[in-house]
């Protein structure tokens, strides 16, 4: 009898300690919140403790004092501006210090410039320039998601070149010799579910272009085909650990688990993350894959993608990335795509006759992205006549500084050359002529004065 007292009370002591070592387990304080009415479990549970541990994650860098506002325009100033074209060279500057410390605060401005000029671009700047557009563009397109809070680049890069979490297509394992044939990505533990048995990549097929639908629960009476499989099930649940994860919360502050399908039964932030999923999509398949290629050795994944953001990316573990502070305030900057460039779009390029006409934005030497195409012909006829040349000449509207006008109307001619040059046309066949007449227009800002026009002569 006593030794069966004793075999129930070492068993007991056993199971105790088992479970205060097993991975999981918290030790207390913790602290719940309601979020939907009594009863439903819809709580949120959080620990002071781990809460404080996460604090210096969140610390904000020193705001990059303020800059009195006019002066000469940063794009009338310097060689090669194409995003902030609508900052004066105070804010520019200022900017490029913040973005220093924000992204390479070791490294510093070299990170993204060559030393020895400033204006030429080197890969890092490309990708920069790339991300400043991101950064705009999340934070006037996508306010269902970011609200006013908004992103700076700090939120994802926290002071690396590199943000922490990142994700590439996963290429699974072979399956062909094995019995149990394709897994599905199954029971190869991945930090990126927690560690379930579900599979790690939920992101390839959810938070890309062309992402699928995220659905358990069928919509149509005896569903088949693609989308109401097991497979497609196991994908929602990895996905929702992530996204879980993520957020450093659990599935109640979304959903109510009486019915996850159910939006009346939803919690407010389920809605900003439907609005989120669609964000990154658009992220991913419009800024960061194309980035494909301009990165330094090694950075690409193992299938050769290019490196994508996910829900961490920003949230790092908060239910809002830095714990809800607000950075963008201080960076008005990088509120709004480019006031000038959003003004005064550039028109689509057309052919005249024998004449290529490229338009560009007000103030810009940038090639509309139809620039290309449109080429296309001449750099045909170019190819197939050795002999021929290209004349390509660069003008301007009849507003601002007749000096800096006269620069901008070669900028853009040189920019076209370029295009060429990339298309195979070599550098000498391409010829620089100045018009006689600079300006189309006499008065005013015409769109149709902000043009070069390339004619094979
Ligand atoms: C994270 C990358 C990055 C860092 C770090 C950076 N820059 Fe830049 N810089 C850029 C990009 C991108 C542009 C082009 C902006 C555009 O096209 O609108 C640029 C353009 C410039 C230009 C204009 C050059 C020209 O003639 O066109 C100057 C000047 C400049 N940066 C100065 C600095 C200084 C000074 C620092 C350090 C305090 C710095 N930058 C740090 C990315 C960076
Ligand atoms: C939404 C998240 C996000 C924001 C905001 C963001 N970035 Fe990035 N950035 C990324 C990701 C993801 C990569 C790809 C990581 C890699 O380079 O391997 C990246 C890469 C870069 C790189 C290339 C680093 C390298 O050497 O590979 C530079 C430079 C950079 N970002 C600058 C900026 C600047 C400047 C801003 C703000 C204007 C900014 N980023 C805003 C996510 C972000
Ligand atoms: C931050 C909010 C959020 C959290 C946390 C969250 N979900 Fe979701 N969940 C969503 C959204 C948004 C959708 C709908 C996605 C869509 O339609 O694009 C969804 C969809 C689902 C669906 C599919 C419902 C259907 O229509 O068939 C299931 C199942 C689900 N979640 C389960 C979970 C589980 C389990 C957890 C916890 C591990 C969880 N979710 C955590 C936001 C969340
Ligand atoms: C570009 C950075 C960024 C990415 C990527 C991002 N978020 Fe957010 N998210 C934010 C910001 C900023 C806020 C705060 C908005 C505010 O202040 O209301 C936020 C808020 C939220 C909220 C509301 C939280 C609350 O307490 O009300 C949810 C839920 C959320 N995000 C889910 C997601 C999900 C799910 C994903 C991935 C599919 C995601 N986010 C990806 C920046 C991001």
Request: glycine residues 8%; positive net charge.
């Amino acid at each position: 009898m006593k030794l069966g007292v004793s075999i129930t009370l070492l068993v007991a002591l056993f199971l105790t300690l088992a479970m205060l070592f097993r991975a999981g387990w918290e030790r207390p304080p913790m602290q719940s919140e309601q979020l939907g009415f009594r009863g439903l479990g819809m709580v949120e549970i959080d620990n002071p403790r781990t809460q404080a541990a996460r604090a210096p994650l969140n610390q904000l860098p020193d705001v990059v004092p303020a800059v009195p506002a006019g002066g000469p325009a940063a794009a009338s100033v310097y060689k090669n501006v194409q995003v902030l074209n609508d900052l004066s060279v105070g804010e520019f500057t200022r900017l490029m210090v913040a973005m220093t410390s924000w992204v390479s605060p070791q490294e510093g401005c070299n990170y993204c410039h060559n030393p020895s000029g400033l204006a030429a671009d080197v890969p890092a700047k490309v990708i920069a320039r790339r991300m400043l557009q991101m950064t705009r563009h999340v934070n006037a397109d996508w306010k269902s998601h970011v609200a006013d809070t908004g992103v700076t680049c700090f939120t994802c890069h926290r002071g690396q070149p590199v943000p922490s979490n990142l994700w590439y297509a996963d290429p699974g394992s072979a399956h062909g010799s094995r019995f149990a044939g394709n897994r599905a990505g199954q029971n190869a533990p991945a930090t990126s579910v927690g560690l379930a048995s579900l599979p790690g990549d939920p992101f390839s097929q959810f938070l890309t272009k062309g992402g699928e639908e995220i659905r358990v629960q069928s919509t149509a009476a005896l569903p088949a085909g693609r989308g109401n499989s097991i497979q497609q099930t196991e994908a929602t649940y990895g996905l929702m650990m992530h996204i879980s994860k993520s957020l450093g919360t659990n599935c109640t502050f979304c959903h109510n688990t009486r019915s996850f399908f159910d939006w009346d039964a939803s919690t407010p932030q389920r809605a900003t993350a439907w609005h989120g999923i669609r964000m990154v999509r658009d992220l991913n398949a419009n800024y960061l894959e194309p980035l494909a290629g301009k990165y330094p050795e090694g950075r690409m994944g193992p299938l050769g993608d290019a490196p994508k953001l996910d829900c961490a990316t920003c949230h790092q573990g908060e239910h809002k990335p830095l714990a809800g502070a607000s950075m963008l305030k201080d960076y008005p900057a990088l509120a709004s795509v480019g006031k000038v460039a959003q003004a005064a779009p550039a028109p689509e390029p057309i052919v005249v006759g024998e004449t290529v006409i490229i338009f560009f934005a007000v103030d810009s030497a940038a090639l509309h992205d139809a620039a290309p195409k449109t080429l296309e012909l001449l750099i045909v006829k170019l190819k197939a006549n050795p002999k021929a040349k290209a004349t390509v000449s660069g003008y301007h509207s009849a507003t601002g500084d007749a000096a800096r006008n006269q620069e901008l109307a070669k900028s853009r001619a040189m920019a076209v050359q370029g295009a060429l040059k990339s298309a195979g046309i070599a550098e000498d066949r391409v010829v620089l002529e100045k018009p006689l007449a600079e300006q189309a227009n006499v008065a005013g800002e015409d769109p149709k004065a902000r043009r070069v026009e390339v004619v094979v002569k």
